[in-house]
Structure formats: C-alpha cells, structure tokens
C-alpha cells in the first residue's frame, strides 16, 4: 500500500524556516479563525504567516509560487464576498500598520496595508487631513483591504472611492519582483525601465491598446463600479498620454499582487457639517428630490427603505411608522456653520415639497450626528439580531444604477422579495444609485436556498438589462460574484480580465476563486456559521485590546467566537486562546448583533475551572480568615514589597503562579496599592453590618474587595461623596461580587457568593458601588441566574445598582464643589466593566463641572487598559503591551490627572503610565472638591 506523506502541516513547517517562530501559525485554533471573513463562505487555509517587513511578503510570496500553493493577501477580513479566505497560505498583513510618512502640505501619506481606516483618520485628523473614502466597516477594515476592493462609502459622492484617491502603491509581484505602481507620463523613461523589467505590464499596456473598443463600447454607464479589472481606468489614462498603474491593482481583490505600501491622497476634514435624517411618505418622493438635494453638493445622501425600518426596530430608533424611506443627508462646509445653516434651509425647501412622516432631525454637533448615523452604520450585523434562524445574506448586496433611477430600483426588489415572501432590507448610497440589498434567509432550508439562487441571477440579470447597471459598486466580486463577472461584461473583455489575470499570475495561485473564476457562488457556503449568531463583521476586533497587541485572527474576539462555538472544539488544543481574554467586555459592548463572546469564554473556562484559583476564591469566601490573613500581609508590606524581596518573591511564586497560567507572575514592575491594615469596615464600624443584622439605610455601599482591602481612598472617597449628598450607607455583609471568580472558571463559587450578596442586599431602594467590575457583575447577577429559583431577586437587586458616578447625577442635592488645588488637567479613562454596564457619560459629566479642573478627552479613552482584575499577575507581559497605548493617549492628552471608576484598572495605570501622572478614582477628585468647597466656605457641609 502506498502511504502518502502528511503534508498537512508541511507548509507550516516550511515557513517557519522562512519566518519567526511567532509569526507562522497552523493549529486548529488559528486554521479555524482564519476559516472566514464578513462573508457567507468558509474555507480552511492550511498555515498563517504574519508578515512584518518586505522581506517577509516576498519570502511568503515566492515560496508559494514555487509550491503551487493558493496565497491569499488578508488585512481585516471584513469583506462580504469571501475574497479573504483562502486553501492555502492566508497572508495576514495586519502586522504592517505604520503611517510611514504624511505630507500636510501636499496632501498625501505613505501608510502599510495593516492600518485600520480609523486608526489613520483619528492621527490624520491631527493635522486637519483625512482619507476621503469612508466604507461602514471604517471602525475595522484595513487600507490593504480598501485599496484591494476599491472600497466606497457614504461620503464617496464627495470624495470619490478609493481608486480615486490612490498615487501609488509598492506591489510584490508572483515573480517575486517588486512593482513600484504610480502614474507614469508615456515618454517618462521610468515607465520604459518598468516596461522591460516586468512582462505583466507591458503585456497588459498592449491589451489594453488593443481593445480599446471594446473597453469603451462595455465601460458601465454608471457612477461607480468594482466589477472585473479596472482597465477602463488604463484606458482613461492613455487617452491622456499616461500608464496609471493603480488604477491596474486597486480593486483587484489580492489576485494580481500584494501590496506593501501605498501613497494616498488625503483632503481636509471639514470645518463643519451638518447631518439630517429625513422620513418621506412616499418612496417615489425620494428618487423625485435626490436629484434636487444632489444641487446642494451633499457629501453624503444614504437611504433605508421601509423594510429596512422595520427590520432594524423602528422604536429604538424613533422612526415614524409613517416612513416609507428614510433619507440621511450630509453636507460639508469650509467655510463654517453659517454656510451649513442656509443649506439646511434650503434642504429644507426642496423637502418641504413632499409629504414627511415627520420634522427633518438636524445635528451639527459631532456625538449627535454620530447618532444619526449609528444606526446606518450597524446596519448589516444588526440585522443578526432580526430572527434565529433567517440570517441577512449577502449575495445580490452591491449593485448599481443611475442615481435617478433608485426609487425604481427599490420598488422593483420589494416586489420581487415580496413575491419571495422574504425579509429584506434595502439601503445605500442614493447619490451614487448604489444599493446594498440584504435578504434574511435561512440557507439550510432548501426552499430558501432556492429563492437565494433565483434571486442572484434574476436580480443581477435584471440590473443589467433594465438598469444597464453594475453588480458590484464597492465591495468586490470576490467569489460571490466571480460567476457574474462575465454576464456583466460579455466574453470579448472577460477573456481580457482573463489575459491580463494570466499575465501577473501564470499558475493561478493569487487568490484563486477569486474574481476571475468559473466556480458557482454557491460553493464553500458556510451554512453552519449562517445558523449562528455572529455577523463575522470584525466590529469586536476592533476593540479587543488582544487583537490590538497580536493582530492575528486567532487572537481575537471574533476569531474566538468561531474557534468556542466549533464542533471540534476541545479545551486542551484551544487553551492557548481561551485563556488569553482578559473579559473586559469590549466585544460585548460594541457587538451590533448582540453577541456576548467574552461569555461564551467564560462558558468554556468553567468546563475546566483552574484549581489555584479556586483555592484562592474558596480562601477568601472565609471572609474573616481572608481578612486577617490580608492584615498581615499588609502589616509585612513594608519589608515585602521592596525592590529586592519583590524580585524574589516573583522568582519564587513562579513555579505556583504557573498553576494559574503558564505566562504568570507577580512581576516586581506591578504598583502595588498599599494594603489595609484597618480594612474599610474596620474603619466605618457604624456602617457595617454584620450578616443577618437589620438595614439601617435606604442605601447601601457594596465596596467589594479592592476598597476594602486596600488603603487607596477609594472607599473612604465613596463614603465621604455619600455623606455629602446627605446618605449615611450601611455596608452590608458582603462577598466578592464574583467577576475574578468566574473568571478562572468558578462559575458556582460566583453564585454561591452571588447567593450571599442577594440576601445581604435585599430591601435596599440603592445599592451604590465604586468599583466598575463589582457594578457590571451585580447588574448582570439576573443572566448568572438565568432560569434559576434566584433570577427575580438578582433582576430586584440588578435594577436597584448604581455606580456612585450615576448616583451623584442623579442626587436632587448638588454639595458646593471649589478648586481643590492648582488647577489641573483631568482626562478620563473609561474603565470597560462601567461602558459595559452602560455607564460612560457620568463620570465625565462631573469631571467636566468641577472648577479648577480642566478636562480634556484623551484618545482611545474607551479602550481597555488591560488592568482587568488579575490580568496583570496572569499576563503581565501582554497586559504592559496593551496599556501602552493608553501611555501614549494619556501624553497626548497632555493631562496631569487620570481619573477613572474602577481600583483594579488604578492598580494597572499606576503601573503603565509615568509616576508624575495621578491616577485617582472619580470619587476621589469629586470628594476633594465638595471639601476644598467646605474649606473655602469655613462651614461644615453633611
Ligand atoms: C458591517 C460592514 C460594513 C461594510 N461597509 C462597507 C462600505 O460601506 N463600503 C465598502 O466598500 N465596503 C464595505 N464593507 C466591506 C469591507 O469592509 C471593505 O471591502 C473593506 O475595505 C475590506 O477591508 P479589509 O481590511 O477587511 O480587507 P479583507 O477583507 O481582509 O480583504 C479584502 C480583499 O483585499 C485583499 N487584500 C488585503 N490586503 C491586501 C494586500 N496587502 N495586498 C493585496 N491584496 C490585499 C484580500 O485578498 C481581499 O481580496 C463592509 C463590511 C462590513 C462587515
Ligand atoms: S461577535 Fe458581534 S461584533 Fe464580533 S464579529 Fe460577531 S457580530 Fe461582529
Ligand atoms: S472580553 Fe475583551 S479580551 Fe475578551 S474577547 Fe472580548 S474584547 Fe477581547
């Protein structure tokens, strides 16, 4: 018989020679990470590499030609079409994520593929710039990914898509030779040297000469379009005496090259703008005044039809049942607000003319308009949320007409989905006549497959012959619309695309299935993910302080989501990742679709509960030995916690911290609070109850361990801005709230100390905390007894917790407040526990009043500090890499005080940020303030 080597993971074996150890990855974990982007498809590569510099791609890149390995080029993996997926090698470029260059004078920037859209827009602003071409996914997607498919968005009716924005890009070729790509005059003896040096080009320049016909009698007759290779761009070019070679490679979906940097074009963020939302009656009404808005020059005009409305929740949006569709209208001035404001008057006007459901909402200010938009932006992954079973498929998702014939266009589809009996929503970019058309089906039921399949050919079929329009405006043909390509275009130019493919990749492995392809769409659905509740939309990514430190699939939050919900999962091979989420809930407070995934973590951590923690947590639910033990430790801390026995005592802990996780240590670096030698209740004996003895307070102070235990203010400030406010709390018996606790796994130790909580607390009108995890895991007590006897007291006890942030906004008494100091500047940071728990404008409304203090918002002001309770002994490594962008936030803010709701992340800023910055807790700055008030005033207040 003959035995077949297993070659299974051979490549990954060969580019770990060629690559870091790091940098190659080919475990299940990761293959099933990397097994999807955004779209409906699933494929399996055979091995990862993270590629860092040049050398890496091109290393990557030539040991794939000479294998006969499919390569795909990979940055966010948002792409709906399945272009990012591949068999073979999957290229992440993510790694490569510098601005390497930005010139503010002409206006350009060279920046890496990794980059996120928004990462480049928030350092561009900066400098008053801004990338022009703006897609929905702009919080995830990467530059790689825009320049390959040409992305779009609402503002491309300004600012053009990204073909339009490109002057050159560094693109590594299947010879493994690299193309420098710009605009070259025909006589510039550049071109000529490029010419002889690289065969695809002159190949393709000769093809395009030669049919310049049929390029013309084919080119869409609309204003966008990313279907096949853009040589209509070449053509244009040629007429004027140029080869512009981007024109080539944007849009090309990773199937000619990869590319390693580019130059953009960049335009001034305006001065101004000003957004409006718009509910006409009647749909024909909207395709009647685009034309007429279009006079105005708006930046963007997006619609939602009725269905749209209706699927995404009209009462959570407030919008009238009357609508029929739904206009966003954008306008940008240079000018200033006074030229916004005429405008809005005369938007006003030409609405006017036509029945609205309602007033037209107009916002200027930048957190309303984001509000305005919230909706549209989300609008695909909330879509997640409609039914269980029957999921937005995208699949007819991008085609384009002329703008003035959208409102046909529309009423064409709901007749056609209408017939189908199928939800769908229909939404888009009007001013361009680009709609974005999502049906909610159910692919594993035959009779819905079967509408999918009809739809795609009739809908894009339709779309050519009555619309003369294009299948694809801007988010690629990937291998959803591959089969289509050549029905949009006829054979003559589709044997082109062909040539031309051939040319730059002669064995077929760029990409494959991709673009050009004769394959059915229909092949590699995922039709077991289509039946899950994650829309892969990479949302979470982007605020998965993991991901931001890895940048690799299987250290994600969405790639953790498929890793935890395969069939093949088992903890043993996917311990590496399970274990490395910090639970800081970001994921689950930004994901659309309402996926939880930090708790599906925690599902599969309390499969296997780690047992040293669990002798830790079962040592301190003996509440009074932990006590006195934890008094001791303090009484010691002057010997123990210097430099010296600091070292050594993190050599000697490792071998039993690694019981705790292989990467653990109580690192000498760690800022450690100054341990309690009175602990909090020992020290407001008036106020603590012991457990069983009667309320005292119609409130009550859970402080939790941290204050407590440690002598860091926290709890003192708590009680002292209470007392302020005329409430002396009781400090009921209490128990870990059990965050830490289930955290390792513990999962009925957390509800065992959850049992004692809900008794100590019942009776209360307000349980305040100052501690945002304690706040987030009291509030979500009522899902830890989902469908338990316990579930109606945890949902009393959870509607009554109030963090001491929101309790004093909501105080009828307002204490007199006075400069505590010098005057200060007070950035905060927004701890991920009190955002989860829906708590962020609070804490900085009351900064933002304080006088004397001057606040300021730092960026990245919502993201993890990578604190998260025990994180920082579990991971210290890892959690230094993630607080090192709050470092920087903090210096670019300039601030001098970091106020923040949480002790744990105090601990952790304390540890990352320079000693001469103040970390305080805001009960801390508001308690300084009531008493610099009282001070000032020489009267004692409550
Ligand atoms: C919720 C949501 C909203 C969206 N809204 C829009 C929208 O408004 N407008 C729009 O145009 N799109 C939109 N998209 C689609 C998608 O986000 C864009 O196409 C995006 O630009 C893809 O970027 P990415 O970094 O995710 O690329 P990926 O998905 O990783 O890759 C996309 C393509 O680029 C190729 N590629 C990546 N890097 C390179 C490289 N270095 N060299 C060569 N090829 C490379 C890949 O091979 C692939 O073919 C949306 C997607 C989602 C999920
Ligand atoms: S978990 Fe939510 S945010 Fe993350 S990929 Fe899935 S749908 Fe998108
Ligand atoms: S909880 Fe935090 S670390 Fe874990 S997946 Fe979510 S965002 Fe990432």
Same mark, same amino acid.
């Given at each position: 018989?003959?035995?077949?080597?297993?070659?299974?993971?051979?490549?990954?074996?060969?580019?770990?020679?060629?690559?870091?150890?790091?940098?190659?990855?080919?475990?299940?974990?990761?293959?099933?990470?990397?097994?999807?982007?955004?779209?409906?498809?699933?494929?399996?590569?055979?091995?990862?590499?993270?590629?860092?510099?040049?050398?890496?791609?091109?290393?990557?890149?030539?040991?794939?030609?000479?294998?006969?390995?499919?390569?795909?080029?990979?940055?966010?993996?948002?792409?709906?079409?399945?272009?990012?997926?591949?068999? &073979? +090698?999957?290229?992440?470029?993510?790694?490569?994520?510098?601005?390497?260059?930005?010139?503010?004078?002409?206006?350009?920037?060279?920046?890496?593929?990794?980059?996120?859209?928004?990462?480049?827009?928030?350092?561009?602003?900066?400098?008053?710039?801004?990338?022009?071409?703006?897609?929905?996914?702009?919080?995830?997607?990467?530059? @790689?990914?825009?320049?390959?498919?040409?992305?779009?968005?609402?503002?491309?009716?300004?600012?053009?898509?990204?073909?339009?924005?490109?002057?050159?890009?560094?693109?590594?070729?299947?010879?493994?030779?690299?193309? =420098?790509?710009?605009?070259?005059?025909?006589?510039?003896?550049?071109?000529?040297?490029?010419?002889?040096?690289?065969?695809?080009?002159?190949?393709?320049?000769?093809?395009?000469?030669?049919?310049?016909?049929?390029?013309?009698?084919?080119?869409?007759?609309?204003?966008?379009?990313?279907?096949?290779?853009?040589?209509?761009?070449?053509?244009?070019?040629?007429?004027?005496?140029?080869?512009?070679?981007?024109?080539?490679?944007?849009?090309?979906?990773?199937?000619?090259?990869?590319?390693?940097?580019?130059?953009?074009?960049?335009?001034?963020?305006?001065?101004?703008?000003?957004?409006?939302?718009?509910?006409?009656?009647?749909?024909?009404?909207?395709?009647?005044?685009?034309?007429?808005?279009?006079?105005?020059?708006?930046?963007?005009?997006?619609?939602?039809?009725?269905?749209?409305?209706?699927?995404?929740?009209?009462?959570?949006?407030?919008?009238?049942?009357?609508?029929?569709?739904?206009?966003?209208?954008?306008?940008?001035?240079?000018?200033?607000?006074?030229?916004?404001?005429?405008?809005?008057?005369?938007?006003?006007?030409?609405?006017?003319?036509?029945?609205?459901?309602?007033?037209?909402?107009?916002?200027?200010?930048?957190?309303?308009?984001?509000?305005?938009?919230?909706?549209?932006?989300?609008?695909?992954?909330?879509?997640?949320?409609?039914?269980?079973?029957?999921?937005?498929?995208?699949?007819?998702? =991008?085609?384009?007409?002329?703008?003035?014939? +959208?409102?046909?266009?529309?009423?064409?589809?709901?007749?056609?989905? &209408?017939?189908?009996?199928?939800?769908?929503?229909?939404?888009?970019?009007? @001013?361009?006549?680009?709609?974005?058309?999502?049906?909610?089906?159910?692919?594993?039921?035959?009779?819905?497959?079967?509408?999918?399949?009809?739809?795609?050919?009739?809908?894009?079929?339709?779309?050519?012959?009555?619309?003369?329009?294009?299948?694809?405006?801007?988010? &690629?043909?990937?291998?959803?619309?591959?089969?289509?390509?050549?029905?949009?275009?006829?054979?003559?130019?589709?044997?082109?695309?062909?040539?031309?493919?051939?040319?730059?990749?002669?064995?077929?492995?760029?990409?494959?299935?991709?673009?050009?392809?004769?394959?059915?769409?229909?092949?590699?659905?995922?039709?077991?993910?289509?039946?899950?509740?994650?829309?892969?939309?990479?949302?979470?990514?982007?605020?998965?302080?993991?991901?931001?430190?890895?940048?690799?699939?299987?250290?994600?939050?969405?790639?953790?989501?498929?890793?935890?919900?395969?069939?093949?999962?088992?903890?043993?091979?996917?311990?590496?990742?399970?274990?490395?989420?910090?639970?800081?809930?970001?994921?689950?407070?930004?994901?659309?679709?309402?996926?939880?995934?930090?708790?599906?973590?925690?599902?599969?951590?309390?499969?296997?509960?780690?047992?040293?923690?669990?002798?830790?947590?079962?040592?301190?639910?003996?509440?009074?030995?932990?006590?006195?033990?934890?008094?001791?430790?303090?009484?010691?801390?002057?010997?123990?916690?210097?430099?010296?026995?600091?070292?050594?005592?993190?050599?000697?802990?490792?071998?039993?911290?690694?019981?705790?996780?292989?990467?653990?240590?109580?690192?000498?670096?760690?800022?450690?609070?100054?341990?309690?030698?009175?602990?909090?209740?020992?020290?407001?004996?008036?106020?603590?109850?012991?457990?069983?003895?009667?309320?005292?307070?119609?409130?009550?102070?859970?402080?939790?361990?941290?204050?407590?235990?440690?002598?860091?203010?926290?709890?003192?400030?708590?009680?002292?801005?209470?007392?302020?406010?005329?409430?002396?709390?009781?400090?009921?018996?209490?128990?870990?709230?059990?965050?830490?606790?289930?955290?390792? @796994?513990?999962?009925?130790?957390?509800?065992?100390?959850?049992?004692?909580?809900?008794?100590?607390?019942?009776?209360?009108?307000?349980?305040?905390?100052?501690?945002?995890?304690?706040?987030?895991?009291?509030?979500?007590?009522?899902?830890?007894?989902?469908?338990?006897?316990?579930?109606?007291?945890?949902?009393?006890?959870?509607?009554?917790?109030?963090?001491?942030?929101?309790?004093?906004?909501?105080?009828?008494?307002?204490?007199?407040?006075?400069?505590?100091?010098?005057?200060?500047?007070?950035?905060?940071?927004?701890?991920?526990?009190?955002?989860?728990?829906?708590?962020?404008?609070?804490?900085?409304?009351?900064?933002?009043?304080?006088?004397?203090?001057?606040?300021?918002?730092?960026?990245?002001?919502?993201?993890?500090?990578?604190?998260?309770?025990?994180?920082?002994?579990?991971?210290?490594?890892?959690?230094?890499?993630?607080?090192?962008?709050?470092?920087?936030?903090?210096?670019?803010?300039?601030?001098?005080?970091?106020?923040?709701?949480?002790?744990?992340?105090?601990?952790?800023?304390?540890? &990352?940020?320079?000693?001469?910055?103040?970390?305080?807790?805001?009960?801390?700055?508001?308690?300084?303030?009531?008493?610099?008030?009282?001070?000032?005033?020489?009267?004692?207040?409550?």
């Amino acid at each position: 018989m003959l035995v077949m080597p297993d070659t299974s993971r051979a490549i990954g074996a060969d580019l770990r020679r060629l690559l870091k150890p790091d940098q190659v990855k080919d475990d299940a974990p990761t293959k099933t990470a990397y097994a999807v982007d955004a779209s409906i498809y699933r494929m399996e590569p055979q091995a990862v590499a993270l590629v860092e510099s040049e050398d890496d791609i091109h290393r990557v890149v030539t040991y794939a030609m000479s294998r006969s390995v499919p390569l795909t080029a990979r940055a966010a993996g948002t792409n709906l079409t399945g272009s990012a997926i591949g068999s &073979g +090698i999957i290229l992440d470029v993510s790694r490569l994520h510098r601005i390497v260059e930005v010139n503010r004078e002409e206006r350009w920037a060279r920046i890496q593929p990794g980059i996120v859209l928004a990462e480049l827009n928030k350092h561009l602003a900066r400098e008053g710039l801004m990338f022009g071409p703006d897609p929905s996914s702009g919080d995830m997607c990467k530059l @790689g990914g825009m320049l390959a498919n040409n992305s779009a968005g609402p503002h491309t009716l300004r600012y053009g898509a990204v073909k339009d924005n490109v002057r050159s890009l560094r693109v590594c070729l299947t010879s493994g030779s690299w193309l =420098d790509a710009r605009n070259f005059d025909l006589d510039d003896p550049a071109l000529a040297r490029v010419l002889s040096s690289h065969a695809p080009i002159r190949e393709t320049l000769s093809l395009v000469q030669e049919h310049t016909d049929v390029l013309a009698r084919k080119r869409p007759a609309v204003s966008k379009n990313s279907c096949g290779y853009n040589l209509f761009g070449l053509a244009d070019g040629l007429a004027h005496g140029r080869l512009d070679l981007p024109h080539l490679f944007v849009g090309s979906e990773g199937t000619l090259g990869v590319f390693s940097e580019a130059t953009i074009s960049l335009v001034s963020k305006p001065r101004a703008t000003l957004t409006a939302l718009i509910h006409f009656k009647r749909l024909e009404d909207v395709g009647d005044a685009v034309p007429r808005l279009l006079a105005l020059t708006p930046s963007a005009l997006e619609v939602m039809d009725a269905n749209t409305l209706d699927l995404i929740g009209r009462g959570t949006h407030g919008i009238p049942a009357a609508a029929a569709a739904t206009l966003l209208a954008e306008l940008d001035a240079e000018g200033g607000a006074v030229d916004l404001r005429e405008a809005a008057e005369r938007m006003a006007t030409i609405c006017g003319d036509y029945p609205l459901a309602s007033e037209i909402v107009v916002a200027y200010d930048p957190d309303r308009r984001e509000q305005l938009w919230k909706a549209r932006k989300a609008l695909y992954p909330t879509l997640y949320r409609f039914d269980p079973r029957k999921k937005p498929i995208n699949f007819v998702d =991008d085609v384009v007409v002329r703008a003035e014939r +959208i409102s046909e266009l529309i009423r064409y589809l709901e007749e056609f989905f &209408g017939s189908q009996r199928v939800p769908v929503a229909i939404f888009g970019h009007i @001013g361009n006549g680009n709609a974005h058309i999502v049906p909610l089906l159910d692919v594993n039921d035959k009779r819905d497959f079967d509408k999918m399949v009809k739809g795609y050919h009739e809908i894009h079929q339709t779309v050519l012959d009555r619309f003369e329009g294009s299948i694809c405006g801007e988010h &690629g043909d990937g291998r959803v619309r591959a089969e289509y390509v050549q029905a949009m275009f006829g054979p003559e130019l589709y044997d082109l695309f062909v040539k031309v493919k051939r040319s730059f990749d002669p064995s077929g492995m760029l990409n494959p299935g991709v673009k050009i392809s004769d394959r059915p769409f229909t092949e590699h659905i995922d039709y077991t993910r289509l039946s899950k509740s994650c829309a892969t939309c990479a949302k979470c990514n982007a605020v998965c302080p993991v991901y931001d430190v890895f940048r690799s699939e299987d250290m994600s939050s969405r790639g953790w989501f498929e890793i935890v919900t395969d069939v093949r999962y088992n903890y043993v091979n996917s311990k590496r990742v399970v274990e490395a989420c910090l639970n800081c809930k970001s994921c689950r407070t930004a994901c659309p679709a309402g996926v939880d995934v930090s708790q599906l973590i925690l599902d599969k951590r309390a499969e296997h509960p780690n047992s040293l923690a669990g002798a830790i947590f079962r040592f301190q639910a003996k509440t009074r030995q932990f006590a006195t033990f934890l008094k001791l430790v303090a009484r010691l801390q002057p010997l123990w916690d210097r430099p010296l026995i600091r070292r050594l005592l993190d050599l000697l802990s490792r071998p039993i911290l690694s019981r705790l996780a292989e990467s653990a240590s109580f690192s000498p670096a760690i800022v450690m609070p100054k341990f309690a030698s009175r602990h909090l209740r020992d020290r407001y004996p008036r106020l603590a109850l012991e457990p069983e003895q009667s309320r005292r307070s119609a409130v009550a102070y859970f402080h939790g361990c941290a204050a407590n235990y440690f002598d860091d203010g926290v709890g003192d400030a708590v009680i002292a801005v209470l007392r302020k406010h005329g409430v002396e709390p009781d400090l009921p018996a209490q128990r870990c709230s059990g965050t830490p606790v289930e955290t390792y @796994g513990h999962r009925e130790l957390a509800k065992d100390g959850a049992r004692t909580n809900l008794r100590s607390f019942t009776g209360y009108d307000t349980i305040v905390t100052g501690c945002a995890s304690c706040t987030l895991m009291l509030k979500d007590y009522p899902k830890l007894f989902a469908g338990e006897p316990e579930q109606s007291a945890a949902e009393a006890m959870a509607r009554r917790v109030k963090h001491i942030s929101e309790f004093v906004m909501q105080s009828p008494v307002r204490p007199p407040t006075a400069a505590a100091g010098a005057a200060s500047t007070v950035t905060y940071h927004s701890s991920c526990h009190l955002r989860a728990a829906g708590v962020t404008k609070e804490p900085r409304a009351i900064l933002q009043n304080l006088p004397g203090v001057r606040y300021v918002e730092m960026p990245d002001a919502d993201r993890c500090a990578g604190g998260a309770g025990t994180y920082l002994v579990k991971d210290f490594e890892t959690s230094q890499r993630i607080v090192a962008r709050k470092r920087q936030a903090v210096a670019q803010s300039g601030a001098g005080v970091v106020a923040t709701s949480c002790p744990a992340c105090m601990i952790q800023l304390k540890t &990352g940020l320079p000693a001469d910055v103040e970390v305080k807790h805001v009960a801390q700055v508001l308690r300084e303030s009531y008493e610099a008030a009282e001070r000032q005033s020489g009267e004692p207040h409550p």
